[in-house]
């Protein structure tokens, strides 16, 4: 059954995010044979366009307005709306990052439709579209499908694919003007406090702090490796209790959850809390004095020894290997 | 001020996940209010305290739901309300907001807090879902929360940048870690709590169908992540193993 799937893509920083194109990745799969049609809106996003079309885009839309400067789900959902009753998709599918958990509930209650919120994976069975999802912060994973009508999803950054970059990929750009009522929210400032630009949910690689770093400067170390391997740094909430660093970067069941491809655990014993956030890794090292750490239980390479003579030595020896090739 | 939160029972942090016949087991589990829930009714009692007004933290659930409202109510809320669900079969987030909607229809509002997400489901929508059935502004992820007559101001946690919004009441917002420590409730709070007024409404009293909410997604399977082997714990000098490590990382799992 071909379907027509409305991809709205989001943009960080001028550039668009690469859930985005992992969303267009799993577009295509809805689509089966259909339409894949990527959205970008902004107050100036015209310029983005031709990348969704390297990522699978098969037609984009742009929606330019000044009211679209800064993201508000007020503002935001009103052009979304207008794009969605002109384009009449099957499928709508975002990325599970903060713009689109805050947006998405109100799209879907304004559509009257079902909403599966963070999926990891898809798969077409038939006529179906079944979408895996962690539960209880992935201890568990339930698959669940829309019933019946519009198929609305988000999903979770680094679990799907991108296509493979094709840059002689192009197609029909249209802008869609969109009228904006008032806002009842405005953005007022925002204060960038992410230190690496590394955001935790998207990151490739992380490497984490628990209570063993024991203090923020304790925290420098684990920013030098950071820095060398361009990770995100992440927290337990034992170190995020003892205050040795911001709550924004706590992972766990409170906190966030986290898929990179690899997961280097300092200093953290491996309270399930804690692994509910990062088991789910591709790759997990943990660095831990305590032979017993529940940590070693999850990791797949675990040295057993003082965290800030390890790190160090991390941190020159990928410096040395990455620097020779 | 009209303060009400919305509140949801979730298994406590530490259980860990059972399955059996193929739905997740809460024999023995261990309940709290969700810790997202949490920030939200100490914001409320705070709201209140300065302001003046009444915080009811409303519920939706069975008859054990009254426990974790009691104990909101010993945090210091002043009224509980829980709307039994028992009855309905086919249940997901757009009936959870439909039926929080339905209750709010005739209620006089001027803030409503939640979590941002809970810890079982974590989908993170049924708040803006009501706000939305309401037709009322949202804010999400807060972190910071304040009131100058109707004008609100509010820090929210966006992916690690903090975001500040203006807005006005009527509002809903979801409470991120951050936000505030939570109380314990005190002895004194828990024997208040007591008396403290908790109503139980079945769904039935609410003006809704059944048909009306029946949900739009269905699970078709849940089950339980593939056990993790242990790994690998490396032996010898600690400069050997570190360079071990890096060449496994390069060579054998081919992450960096």
């Known amino acids: 059954m071909a379907r027509k799937v409305l991809v709205f ?19 295509k799969d809805i689509a089966a044979g259909g339409e894949v049609i990527g959205v970008v809106a902004g107050e100036s996003v015209s310029g983005l366009a031709e990348t969704l079309f390297h990522y699978g885009a098969d037609r984009v839309i742009t929606v330019e307005n000044e009211k679209l400067k800064a993201y508000t789900n007020d503002g935001y959902s009103q052009a979304y709306l207008q794009v969605i009753d002109s384009v009449q998709p099957d499928a709508i599918l975002m990325g599970h990052t903060a713009q689109g958990k805050d947006i998405s509930p109100k799209l879907a209650s304004k559509l009257s439709s079902g909403l599966i919120s963070d999926a990891t994976g898809i798969e077409i069975d038939g006529e179906d579209v079944i979408f895996t999802r962690p539960i ?9 499908k829309v019933k019946e009508g519009l198929i609305f999803a988000t999903i979770r950054p680094n679990n799907i694919s991108v296509l ?20 009842r929210t405005i953005v007022k400032e925002v204060v960038r406090k992410s230190t690496s630009g590394v955001d935790l949910s998207e990151a490739k690689v992380i490497v984490a702090g628990g209570r063993g770093v024991k203090s923020s400067e304790g925290f420098e170390p684990l920013n030098e490796l950071a820095e060398v391997l361009g990770a995100a740094v992440g927290a337990s909430r034992g170190a995020c209790d003892a205050d040795y660093c911001d709550y924004s970067l706590q992972i766990g069941q409170t906190g966030k959850v986290v898929t990179p491809d690899l997961y280097i655990a300092c200093g953290i014993s491996g309270a399930i809390q804690h692994l509910a956030g990062m088991s789910n890794s591709k790759v997990i090292v943990a660095i831990n004095k305590d032979p017993e750490a529940n940590i070693f239980n999850v990791a797949d390479y675990g040295i057993v020894g003082d965290l800030f003579e390890v790190v160090p030595m991390l941190t020159e020896e990928f410096k040395k290997v990455l620097q020779t090739n | 001020m009209n303060i009400y939160v919305i509140m949801k029972r979730t298994f406590d942090t530490e259980e ?129 929360f304040e009131l100058d007559g109707e004008k609100v101001t509010i820090e929210r946690d966006v992916e690690g940048d903090v975001e500040v919004i203006e807005t006005s009441l009527p509002l809903l917002v979801t409470a991120q870690q951050g936000l505030n420590d939570p109380r314990y409730p005190s002895l004194p709070g ?50 050997e193993q570190v360079q071990e490590l890096v060449k496994l990382l390069r060579q054998e799992a081919k992450v960096i």
Do not use: C, H, W
Request: hydrophobic share 35%; no cysteine.
């Open chain 1, 9 to 27: 893509a989001e943009v960080r920083e001028n550039e668009l995010r690469n859930v985005s194109f992992e969303a267009l990745a799993a577009a």
């Open chain 1, 136 to 144: 209880y912060s992935g201890k568990a994973f339930e698959k669940k």
């Open chain 1, 164 to 183: 493979e970059k094709d840059e002689s990929r192009s197609g029909e750009v249209v802008n869609e003007d969109v009228e904006i009522k008032d806002l």
């Open chain 2, 16 to 144: 860990k996940i059972v399955i059996e016949n193929g739905q997740i087991s809460d024999e023995g589990v261990e309940f709290i209010i969700n810790p997202y829930d949490e920030y939200a009714i100490e914001e409320a009692i705070r709201l209140r305290d300065d302001n003046g007004g009444e915080v009811t933290v409303v519920s939706i659930g069975d008859e054990e739901v009254e426990k974790e409202l009691r104990t909101a109510l010993a945090m210091g809320a002043d009224k509980a309300v829980l709307i039994n669900n028992e009855d309905i079969e086919d249940s997901d987030q757009f009936t959870t907001a439909s039926l929080l909607a339905a209750y709010f229809e005739d209620k006089e509002y001027d803030l409503i807090l939640g979590g941002n997400v809970s810890n079982d489901n974590s989908t993170g929508q049924v708040g803006p879902r009501l706000a939305e059935q309401l037709d009322i502004p949202y804010v999400t992820t807060i972190t910071k």
């Open chain 2, 190 to 239: 828990i024997m208040k709590a007591k008396k403290k007024p908790l109503e139980e409404i079945d769904y039935d009293d609410l003006d809704i169908d059944e048909d009306e909410i029946e949900a739009k997604t269905e699970t078709v399977e849940i089950f339980l992540p593939p056990k993790k082997e242990a790994g690998k714990i490396l032996e010898g000098e600690l400069d």
